[in-house]
């Protein structure tokens, strides 16, 4: 049995965080998952760039995930396959287009070629801090999935 996808036994702890920070730094698409305010869903696939320490997305503020965001100040993401997962529980920052930190803008539209900015709908852009990742493949790994807790690694 795979505990990956990949073939083998299950990955160390750092293997996992090697991995986790791959996926962060490669994928191009996250799926975003946030509650209004009665506790219903919304779960979207939003493009991203992660700055080396925090997953940085957009979409307009009157889009649910963009309400859900504001109001709550936190997100839940999800990078990887069902075979390789990497869960993100993070707090929200967010950010007029106009106001964003020097770089992020242009770093974000660089990605995939996608410039939010110059969009005619006005976007905002999410700051999201990791407070804990857990990444996992399947049974054998669940047991230490947790890697980073309040926002500090821990491998």
Known sequence: MTTNGQGGG????VGRKENAL??????LDVW???AD???GPTLVPLTFWWDGEAVWLATR????TGVNMAASGTVRLC?????DVVHVEGGVTVFAADALPDGVGD??????????????????FYR???????????????????LMKDGRWLV
């Open 10 to 13: 299950p990955r160390s702890r």
């Open 22 to 27: 791959r996926l962060l730094g490669s994928e």
């Open 79 to 83: 990078f990887g396959t069902t075979r």
């Open 61 to 64: 503020p009157t889009n649910p």
């Open 128 to 146: 999201v801090r990791p407070q804990q990742l857990r990444a996992w493949g399947t049974v054998p790994e669940l047991k230490d999935r947790l």
């Open 107 to 124: 770093s974000f539209a660089a990605k995939d070629g996608w410039d939010p900015r110059k969009d005619p709908e006005p976007y905002c």
């Open 37 to 39: 305010a009665d506790g």
């Open 32 to 34: 975003v998952a946030t």
